[in-house]
């Protein structure tokens, strides 16, 4: 949470400069507390998986939430029962009179199909011009990073020639910047996709900042410079095990998939993998909230 100071204390800039949000008395006397309203589109086959992924990460920031959950109507999930996304679902003609703290965009694993030919394509491209006046923040993660970058700034994708899958070091570019406020010079991240974003074409986008990069995964953090838009290409919200998941799905689906890189102990697969990252799924979920949405969202939605 922020420091909050006096408006003329001098260690004020001081802190300011060490990237320490300060909240200034004035600002602080207007703010009320309410539940965060955030909107999660679940993209993801197993969505009962993705929920609970991403409600442990929402569920520890000391912010109350109300959270929500959205799907696509023009798509039918064969994955998850009809009798759940009844009850717990909405689509975008339920929600769309209403406004969001924030909007958090899933994966999807369709990376080969061109956006175009995704059979739910236009009502998602329907959901994130939607956000643009009725959500502060939005998180995109993997597949949807890789949409949202497409929809919004026309950043296209390559097909890889193979899988990236594994656990990956990352460094950060600006540490000035609030979303990797508290983060380690150097962290983990899972991946698990086809497609990949090219640096090059991001930073042809004058509207765009480049926040982490990877040797490997290459590009994994960019944000708008409104802090309205964060796409992050990995899955910080996989817990130790969804790797493992996919990668035994796909051997039994006689795919021959790769080894997860640095995930099993020694790349044995049938060694217990260890949990690594979730210091930096909480920090990044934290940051977000905090910094893009507690902070820029205005109380009367």
């Known amino acids: 949470m922020p420091i909050k100071v006096p408006d003329l204390l001098p260690a004020k800039s001081k802190l300011q400069e060490e990237n320490i949000f300060v909240m200034n008395e004035s600002r602080a006397f207007k703010q009320d507390i309410r539940p965060l309203k955030i909107l999660i589109l679940n993209l993801m086959p197993l969505?009962?998986?993705?929920?609970?992924?991403?409600?442990?990460?929402?569920?520890n920031s000391p912010l109350q939430i109300e959270v929500g959950l959205l799907h696509t109507s023009t798509h039918t999930s064969s994955n998850t029962s009809p009798e759940h996304l009844k009850q717990f679902y909405k689509s975008i003609d339920d929600v769309k009179a209403?406004?969001?703290?924030?909007?958090?965009?899933?994966?999807?694993?369709?990376?080969?199909?061109?956006?175009?030919?995704?059979?739910?394509?236009?009502?998602?491209?329907?959901i994130m011009e939607w956000s643009k006046t009725n959500v502060t923040s939005t998180l995109h993660i993997c597949w949807g990073a890789m949409a949202g970058l497409y929809y919004h700034y026309g950043v296209d994708k390559y097909i890889m020639s193979e899988?990236?899958?594994g656990i990956y070091t990352h460094t950060i570019n600006d540490p000035r910047e609030k979303v990797v406020s508290g983060f380690d010079e150097e962290f983990l991240v899972p991946h698990s996709r086809h497609?990949?974003?090219?640096k090059e074409d991001i930073e042809k986008v004058p509207n765009l900042k480049i926040i982490s990069e990877s040797e490997q995964a290459r590009v994994y953090m960019v944000a708008s410079t409104d802090g309205k838009q964060i796409f992050v290409t990995g899955h910080p919200e996989y817990d130790s095990l969804t790797l493992k998941k996919e990668f035994d799905r796909d051997t039994a689906a006689g795919l021959n998939p790769t080894i997860p890189e640095n995930y099993y102990p020694n790349d044995d697969p049938n060694r217990t993998p260890k949990l690594r990252w979730r210091t930096h799924s909480n920090i990044l979920i934290s940051n977000w909230l905090n910094y893009y949405?507690?902070?820029?969202t205005p109380f009367e939605l």
């Open 47 to 59: 969505k009962q998986q993705t929920e609970t992924h991403l409600l442990r990460l929402l569920g």
């Open 98 to 126: 209403n406004k969001y703290d924030g909007l958090i965009i899933t994966g999807a694993p369709i990376e080969k199909l061109p956006y175009e030919e995704v059979n739910y394509w236009e009502e998602l491209s329907q």
């Open 163 to 165: 899988k990236l899958s």
């Open 195 to 198: 497609a990949d974003i090219r």
């Open 293 to 296: 949405v507690y902070q820029e």
